[in-house]
């Protein structure tokens, strides 16, 4: 495994690796990597010749009351991970090395990013597309894998690939939990004490949505009533202060009102725990 950290490298061994008719597949990453990460790198490595894993903390991504300055990092440990996983390059740039100081340039995504996260977060999926798209061009990438941890950002990168003919695979893998349910990702590591129990209610409101579902009774497809119903367990723990709970399309991302055996949802969550912003979702389908 090689690190490379300056774009102009970076783009130099993509070429390379074209050259010798090699498929390049990405794993886009912030950093302070989990399990659910190295299984991003494991999916990369079926669809692919060599992976590359940039871990890149976006500056573009945060608003200005958000938490970049203290994004957990920790590179050595990550090497450590990825050396593991079988990963071939890791792209760690510099932010003024992908940003410089004329940098003017974004992708806007549209609709999809009006609602749910983007509705509280206003310029983050700017900062992602954006980012995502200078990725692509930087590594060359024919393929790219991404986790449904983050279901809004996937669905509008898919959208994004699709808008602008890029010429790349988006692959979306399943979330990747620890063993009581809780939703892997870096953020984790900034609850403390009872908080980190009480990040499990975002499991238990969406197990809750989906026993109810289960139960047949045609009162449990109204996805207002079931909102409702997790709305109040979440509500029931006092660290916890809801963004949102939803019920969406799964591909346009539009509030549903009803589930139903032909229009499954999406349940899509997130959740202050203290001052820890935490984000879940799943499939709802009525059986
Ligand atoms: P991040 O480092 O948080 O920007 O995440 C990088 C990639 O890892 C994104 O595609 C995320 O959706 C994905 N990811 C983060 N947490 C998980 C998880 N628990 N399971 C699967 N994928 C994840």
Redesign the pocket.
Known sequence: MITINTPEAMRAWARCQKEQRQRIAL??????L?E??L??VAAAKQHADSVIVSIFVNPLQFGPSEDLDRYPRDLQGDLDKLARAGADVVFTPASHAIYNDQFDTHIVPNQLAQTLCGASRPIHFRGVCTVVELLFRITLCDVA??????YQ??QIIRRMVTDLWLDVDIIG?????EADGL????RNAYLVGEQRQHALVLQRAMHTMQRAVDSGDPQWRSTQKLCDRARAIISDVPSAHIDYVEIVHPDTLQPLEQITPNQPGRAVLAVWIGKTRLIDNCELSVL
Do not use: C, N, W
Request: aromatic share 8%.
């Open positions: 794993v886009p990453t912030m950093g302070y989990h659910g990460h299984s991003l894998v991404f986790g449904e941890k983050d950002q996937l893998m399943p979330i990747v939990r939703a892997m990702s870096s």
